[in-house]
C-alpha cells in the first residue's frame, strides 16, 4: 500500500511557475515509477509526466514539453512536477500516481495508487 499526497498547487498568472510535490509514504518508494496526470472537469484524466524508478528515465506529454521537469528524490520519498511558463490551459486538477509493474507509462490505468489532487488555476 502507498499514500500520496500533493503540495504546491495554487493562483499564478500566465508566464509563471509552480513547483508541484508529491510525498509517498507505504511500500518502498523506489520500487515505483511516478507520474503526474491532470483532469478539468467534464475531461477525462490526461498524462502530463512520468519518471522510472530511478529517476533516469522521463516522458512527457508534447502539450508540456519544454515547460514542465518531473524529478524525484528517493532519499525523500517525493516526486516534483516543475513547471514554467505557465499557461491558461495547463489550468487542472494534477494527480500524482504510481505505477508498481512498469517502467514508466502515460497510461492512467497502469497505475495503482493516486493521491487526492492539488488544484492549479493559471489567469490570463
Known amino acids: 500500500q502507498v499514500q500520496l499526497v500533493e503540495s504546491g498547487g495554487g493562483l499564478v498568472q500566465a508566464g509563471g511557475s509552480l513547483r508541484l510535490s508529491c510525498a509517498a509514504s507505504?511500500?518502498?518508494?523506489?520500487?515505483?515509477?511516478m507520474g503526474w496526470f491532470r483532469q478539468v472537469p467534464g475531461k477525462e484524466r490526461e498524462f502530463v509526466a512520468a519518471?522510472?524508478?530511478?529517476?533516469?528515465?522521463?516522458y512527457y506529454a508534447d502539450s508540456v514539453k519544454g515547460r514542465f521537469t518531473i524529478s524525484r528524490d528517493n532519499a525523500k520519498n517525493t516526486v516534483y512536477l516543475q513547471m514554467n511558463s505557465l499557461k491558461p490551459e495547463d489550468t487542472a486538477l494534477y494527480y500524482c500516481?504510481?505505477?508498481?509493474?512498469?517502467?514508466?507509462?502515460?497510461?492512467?490505468?497502469?497505475?495503482?495508487?493516486w493521491g487526492q489532487g492539488t488544484q492549479v488555476t493559471v489567469s490570463s
Open positions: 507505504g511500500r518502498t518508494f523506489n520500487t515505483y515509477a
Open positions: 519518471i522510472s524508478r530511478s529517476g533516469v528515465n522521463t
Open positions: 500516481a504510481a505505477d508498481y509493474s512498469s517502467s514508466y507509462s502515460y497510461i492512467s490505468s497502469n497505475y495503482d495508487y
